[in-house]
């Protein structure tokens, strides 16, 4: 019946989370681009935009992969350290 559904209507397949291939691919490469863009950020030293790139995905659900939750407590703490030496 799910697929049923899912396959009159394109809409109704994301919320019954059988997204078609394309679909799927489409999304994997936006997590890829959004994760790409935080790397980017970090590397001219942009670590608030970094996290912030981090936290996009987090919104829509999406699980951080491992080396990303390592980047994120460096990239905090490279963030506080910028604000504390600004502040001084």
Avoid: F
């Avoid at 919320?15 to 679909?23: K, V």
């Amino acid at each position: 019946m799910t697929r049923d559904i899912a396959a009159s209507d394109p809409g109704a397949a994301v919320a019954c989370g059988t997204r078609s291939a394309r679909d799927h691919q489409r999304h994997q490469a936006a997590v890829a681009n959004t994760l790409g863009w935080a790397d980017e950020a970090a590397g001219r030293d942009d670590y608030h935009d970094a996290l912030a790139w981090l936290r996009t995905l987090e919104a829509i659900g999406e699980i951080l992969p491992e080396q990303y939750l390592a980047k994120r407590e460096a990239w905090t703490r490279r963030a506080r350290a910028a604000a504390r030496a600004e502040a001084a």
